[in-house]
């Protein structure tokens, strides 16, 4: 079963909207998410590292005030799309590091995000 | 920072054949590699992956070779069937646990 919860699993909102993705870790407790975008057709392209009680860590090009990151708890992230355009619609995913665990990162199920 | 060149970016082959993919990377600190299977609007799900001290790893029908002094990977699927279709990743990172970086993805299609 899954070990990594993301919710919602589909957004449609219009132009303007911030839009919240929520990421848990189900089984275990990860000081470590990471936020992915995936365009149609193309790879996992990482935006964002989610430290547990700190900063997140932007990849280059990724705007930190466009994309808000925060790890408040061992077992949730959250990244919040502010204003979002419709060039921000894309599939999102989320993973989780497991250090204890047979797999490095764990994936949730992504959100589909459709800005109208 | 890393980077990972993955081919061919689409293969399409026959139920029963084999079907390679590969990858090279660029950090020769890079020490873990994982193949990843993403169908259509799903997560990706890893299928197999290899540490830097071996240099290949079988599991049923599918199998991962590693030659660290070329840093290019492999991943090799036997015997294809129709539900193997999908799109794979390459991945590398220095740490087991550390970021991963992404292939640009190869989509398989495997004819019945």
């Known amino acids: 079963g899954a070990v990594v919860s993301q919710h919602p699993s589909r957004v449609i909102c219009k132009s303007g909207t911030s839009v919240k993705i929520e990421c848990r870790s189900l089984d275990f407790q990860a000081t470590t998410m990471f936020w992915y975008r995936q365009f149609p057709k193309q790879s996992l392209m990482l935006m964002a590292t989610s430290n547990e009680g700190s900063k997140a860590t932007y990849e280059q090009g990724v705007e930190k005030d466009k994309f808000l990151i925060n790890h408040a708890s061992l077992t949730l992230s959250t990244l919040t799309v502010t204003s979002a355009h419709p060039e921000d619609s894309s599939f999102y995913i989320c993973s989780a590091r497991d250090p204890t665990g047979s797999q490095p990162q764990h994936f949730g199920d992504g959100t589909r995000l459709s800005i109208l | 920072g890393e980077n990972v060149e993955q081919h061919p970016s689409t293969l399409s082959v026959q139920e029963g054949d084999s079907a390679v993919i590969k990858c090279t990377y660029s950090?020769?600190?890079?020490?873990?590699f994982p193949w990843y299977k993403q169908e259509l609007g799903k997560r990706p799900q890893l299928i197999i992956d290899?540490?830097?001290?071996?240099g290949e790893k079988k599991d049923q029908r599918i199998a991962v070779t590693l030659n660290k002094t070329a840093k290019h990977f492999s991943l090799h699927i036997t015997e294809t069937q129709p539900e193997d279709s999908a799109v794979y990743f390459c991945a590398a990172s220095r740490r087991g646990y550390s970021t991963l970086t992404f292939g640009k993805g190869t989509m398989l299609l495997v004819s019945p």
């Open positions: 290899i540490r830097s001290n071996v």
């Open positions: 950090d020769s600190a890079s020490n873990y």
